[in-house]
């Protein structure tokens, strides 16, 4: 059956049908392309960016420009997840005529399917104007890294009874708003499963255990490719940065030692045409 662009609809219809929804980051072409070949249903743009590909020690810094240089990458390695473009710490807080804009750059110029935005109660009025431009939004609660230092650190959230109606209470308001689907991270499984039974729109858990309606990974810690911190809820499904330095090691070895290139990565000149280039050198000489 030929494969077609994964909608708002079909998240909908899989959280009503029970089936599980995909969801990796990405941030480059490349990347983009091999997970939309697997099938996974959405690809999220992350400022998580930041850490893994760009440097900065947290994701604040990550910049509008920065975000929208990726998701324009992205765009075109993936034909049919759903894209969704991340946005950056203080580009929907100052005003919501500045998120709206910001929110439309992500569209226009990135062809992104739909905007992130973290918070709860505090950016209801921001998601519900975005979302009257006619822009989707997925919100996220729960552990919400560009406010961290708020949170206490990157910490579990929602673990007493008075923050955990705090998060359910957002996540209402959020899809009242207008949200589309919903991030929870790093809060109780059984305060995650509360929330997804409670909303009509699909919720994505990351740290947030198995009852919520999908899952998302940042793709540097499913491979292994990012080596500061491991998260408790990663899974590494391979490690690939020991066999990427060790194959930069083997390499600088071999063009340290002569052994590459070798006879069998070289091009060769046949002998008769390599004879004329040196009659021609001698004739010029003289």
Do not use: W
């Not at 579990?156 to 919903?182: M, N, T």
């Not at 991270?185 to 699909?202: F, N, R």
């Amino acid at each position: 059956m030929e494969r077609k662009k994964v909608t708002i609809q079909d998240l909908m219809g899989k959280k009503k049908e029970g089936k599980k929804i995909t969801m990796l980051t990405a941030y480059d072409f490349a990347m983009a392309s091999f997970i939309d070949q697997v099938g996974i249903d959405m690809i999220l743009v992350g400022d998580s960016a930041g850490m893994v590909v760009l440097g900065y020690e947290s994701t604040v810094p990550v910049t509008m420009d920065e975000m929208i240089h990726h998701c324009k990458a992205v765009r075109r390695g993936v034909r049919y997840a759903f894209l969704v473009g991340d946005m950056p710490f203080m580009s929907y807080n100052i005003s919501r005529e500045e998120a709206i804009r910001n929110a439309g750059r992500f569209m226009k110029e990135a062809g992104c399917d739909a905007v992130k935005l973290e918070g709860g109660l505090e950016v209801v009025e921001t998601v519900k104007r975005i979302t009257l431009a006619g822009i989707p939004v997925m919100a996220h609660i729960g552990l919400t890294p560009q406010t961290a230092g708020q949170l206490g650190g990157f910490r579990v959230q929602g673990k007493d009874a008075v923050s955990a109606q705090r998060l359910l209470d957002s996540a209402q308001a959020l899809e009242e708003a207008g949200a589309c689907s919903i991030v929870i991270e790093c809060i109780p499984d059984k305060l995650a499963g509360l929330i997804s039974q409670s909303l009509k729109i699909p919720t994505i858990g990351i740290g947030a255990g198995p009852a919520c309606d999908g899952q998302v990974l940042v793709t540097n810690d499913l491979l292994g490719l990012f080596e500061r911190f491991t998260p408790k809820f990663v899974k590494q499904y391979i490690k690939l940065f020991p066999m990427i330095k060790e194959a930069v090691e083997i390499y600088k070895n071999e063009v340290e030692t002569g052994k590459f290139p070798g006879p069998e990565h070289t091009f060769v000149m046949e002998a008769d045409e390599l004879s004329k280039i040196m009659v021609n050198k001698i004739h010029k000489e003289k």
